[in-house]
């Protein structure tokens, strides 16, 4: 049975003035806003019904006006019948709000289930929008809200009232339209102090006992204020403009003179997400990582190929469900009209996937970060020093400190990873072009290899995948299969003669296929969880991420700094420990001799 990835849209009516002050009454004045977030670095508010947007936009105007806001607004919503993007400009037409509703339906994402990040002025206002169950996307949400709007026509009952206090954080405040007398009942058994309203219900989270908060959940840099990334690949950067979004000054530290010239400084590279039947973490992680992308692109205006053909060589098309917006199931005549050639199989057709140059995507992300770029500049050692941490060179001398540092250079880091190297393997990739290729596709194609464009007659294709091998020579051998793969791809035979020419990199991979994103061990014994795993302080890895760089980059460097920081994570509970790095210790720890 095929696990369902995408929502239906609701109908909805026209817009309603009635809710729109409602949501002025009850939620923005009912949870002390402006007042609660006026002079505060970050303020969080969980909604557990988004509807039509009325709390959210009410409360990003309330932040607009506000010249006293906090310097980042984080609204976390949920919703189980989300409303299609047209309805939600044409709802708010001539409202107030009408221009932030633009924004909002300029913005909106495939309808697929999970957590999607949306982020406005320049990153300061992020919407986390949860599609899918309450209960269930309640269970995954890491975070700490400061304020809370409850939906008034849910019933609350003592279980979703202790997911509540799961999710507060100490003093936290409570807003909804219900004065339903079990709402009250709930809320005060999970820790809260209720007042109860002819037309609201409102609490504060007050618990006679401090809760205890999973170890492994806390931040490891809560207001840290810099940070030092290592590797100026497509992994660094994406992290650096996370934190520096977040307030965060970011210096860049690479070996190397210049920007993404190790594994990110391909010529050409794919990005796309992937389905499976089950819709597990690995289809998850990367429909989620493959969004990030489409949206981080889009603010950047970075140009880049448009769309991407992957084929389908073991299901036929009656059994391929495509998600709206998302991924289109394509029949091979339909696939090979977009392609260009005639394909032998149908194809999933990714609409917001593609092609670029990874090296023009980490420098934009690198300009918009504004970070510091310290280019030349290796790095031999770590050292735990008061307050955060140390860069060594090959003589001792300190390069640099900071009270976060982020690991992010690939496999050239491997020394600095301790135990966790033993977990990951280097990869040798070879990519070959084509000066002159017959089939040059109208769009990016994927299956048993890849085909790009390159825009001037000529295409790349690859790649090649050798575990531990350290040759940096372009090699006939690879070479030939790459045109092998190419030449079925295209459907001609033989494959196309071609001059010696590509690239030669190294990936690092995990055997799990997904990457390493989060906090290493503090000392002692390993806990039985992750989630209850204590962790260093101050450092983070970013890593392992295959051939997956472009893909991945933009959400790995919004978890860096959300596990860093402490703002709400953007993957769900299930998803951040599938790509926890101490994922194979405790496994070996359960299994023990394996």
């Given amino acids: 049975m095929t696990a369902r990835i995408s929502l239906a849209p609701v109908e909805v009516g026209c817009f309603d003035p009635a809710a729109s002050a409602r949501a002025q009454h009850v939620f923005v004045a009912g949870n002390g806003l402006p007042g609660r977030w006026q002079g505060r670095d970050g303020f969080v508010v969980l909604e557990t019904r988004f509807g039509l947007g009325h709390n959210f936009l009410a409360t990003w105007q309330a932040w607009r006006q506000d010249p006293a806001r906090c310097e980042r607004l984080m609204f976390v919503s949920l919703e189980a019948?989300?409303?299609?993007?047209?309805?939600?400009?044409?709802?708010?037409?001539?409202?107030?709000?009408?221009?932030?509703?633009?924004?909002?339906?300029?913005?909106?994402?495939?309808?697929?289930?999970?957590?999607?990040?949306?982020?406005?002025?320049?990153?300061?206002?992020?919407?986390?929008?949860g599609l899918g169950d309450t209960r269930a996307l309640l269970r995954e949400l890491v975070l700490a809200a400061d304020a809370i709007c409850l939906d008034g026509r849910q019933r609350w009952d003592r279980y979703l009232s202790k997911s509540l206090a799961r999710l507060a954080a100490p003093g936290a405040t409570v807003a909804s339209e219900s004065v339903d007398p079990e709402l009250g009942d709930g809320l005060r058994?999970?820790?809260?102090?209720?007042?109860?309203?002819?037309?609201?219900?409102?609490?504060?989270?007050?618990?006679?006992?401090?809760?205890?908060?999973?170890?492994?959940?806390?931040?490891?840099?809560?207001?840290?204020?810099?940070?030092?990334?290592?590797g100026a690949g497509l992994a660094g950067a994406a992290c650096a403009l996370a934190l520096s979004r977040a307030g965060v000054a970011c210096t860049v530290v690479d070996r190397l003179p210049g920007p993404a010239q190790a594994s990110s400084g391909n010529p050409a590279g794919l990005f796309h997400g992937t389905v499976n039947p089950d819709d597990g973490p690995h289809a998850r992680f990367n429909?989620?990582?493959?969004?990030?992308?489409?949206?981080?692109?889009?603010?950047?205006?970075?140009?880049?190929?448009?769309?991407?053909?992957?084929?389908?060589?073991?299901?036929?098309?009656?059994?391929?469900?495509?998600?709206?917006?998302?991924?289109?199931?394509?029949?091979?005549?339909?696939?090979?009209?977009?392609?260009?050639?005639?394909?032998?199989?149908?194809?999933?057709?990714?609409?917001?996937?593609?092609?670029?140059?990874?090296?023009?995507?980490?420098?934009?992300?690198?300009?918009?970060?504004?970070?510091?770029?310290?280019l030349h500049t290796p790095v031999a050692a770590l050292r735990e020093a008061a307050g955060g941490w140390q860069l060594l060179d090959a003589g001792g001398q300190v390069i640099a400190e900071a009270p976060l540092v982020v690991l992010a250079d690939g496999h050239a880091q491997l020394p600095l990873l301790g135990d966790l190297a033993d977990d990951l393997?280097?990869?040798?990739?070879?990519?070959?072009?084509?000066?002159?290729?017959?089939w040059q596709p109208a769009l990016p194609v994927a299956g048993d290899g890849y085909a790009i464009a390159d825009g001037h007659g000529g295409a790349w294709c690859g790649a090649t995948a050798q575990d531990g091998d350290t040759d940096a020579a372009l090699r006939e051998a690879d070479?030939?299969?790459?045109?092998?793969?190419?030449?079925?791809?295209?459907?001609?035979?033989?494959?196309?003669?071609?001059?010696?020419?590509?690239?030669?990199?190294?990936?690092?991979?995990?055997?799990?296929?997904?990457p390493l994103i989060g906090a290493l061990a503090a000392a002692g014994p390993l806990a039985a969880q992750l989630r209850l795993q204590p962790r260093r302080a101050g450092l983070i890895v970013s890593t392992a991420f295959g051939s997956r760089g472009i893909g991945w980059a933009a959400l790995g460097g919004r978890l860096v700094a959300a596990l860093a920081l402490g703002s709400p994570r953007p993957l769900e509970a299930e998803l951040l420990d599938a790509v926890d790095p101490l994922r194979f210790a405790l496994r070996r720890q359960r299994k023990p001799g394996r």
């Fill in 81 to 129: 019948q989300p409303p299609h993007r047209d309805d939600l400009a044409a709802t708010h037409a001539g409202s107030e709000v009408a221009d932030l509703a633009a924004q909002l339906a300029e913005r909106w994402p495939p309808l697929t289930t999970g957590l999607h990040t949306l982020s406005f002025e320049g990153g300061r206002v992020e919407l986390l929008l």
């Fill in 189 to 230: 058994a999970a820790g809260f102090e209720v007042e109860r309203r002819a037309d609201m219900s409102m609490a504060r989270f007050l618990p006679r006992h401090t809760l205890q908060r999973p170890a492994g959940r806390e931040p490891v840099a809560p207001g840290a204020k810099r940070a030092v990334i290592l």
């Fill in 287 to 374: 429909r989620a990582a493959a969004l990030a992308t489409q949206s981080l692109l889009a603010e950047l205006g970075l140009p880049h190929q448009r769309g991407l053909l992957r084929l389908e060589t073991r299901l036929a098309l009656a059994q391929m469900q495509g998600a709206p917006g998302y991924v289109q199931a394509l029949s091979a005549d339909e696939a090979s009209a977009l392609a260009g050639t005639a394909l032998g199989y149908p194809a999933w057709f990714y609409p917001g996937g593609g092609a670029l140059d990874p090296a023009a995507y980490t420098r934009a992300m690198l300009a918009a970060s504004g970070a510091d770029l310290w």
């Fill in 425 to 438: 393997t280097v990869q040798r990739g070879q990519l070959s072009h084509l000066a002159d290729a017959p």
């Fill in 479 to 514: 070479q030939a299969d790459n045109l092998a793969r190419y030449a079925r791809l295209a459907g001609v035979s033989p494959p196309p003669p071609s001059p010696l020419a590509g690239r030669v990199a190294w990936r690092l991979v995990a055997a799990d296929r997904l």
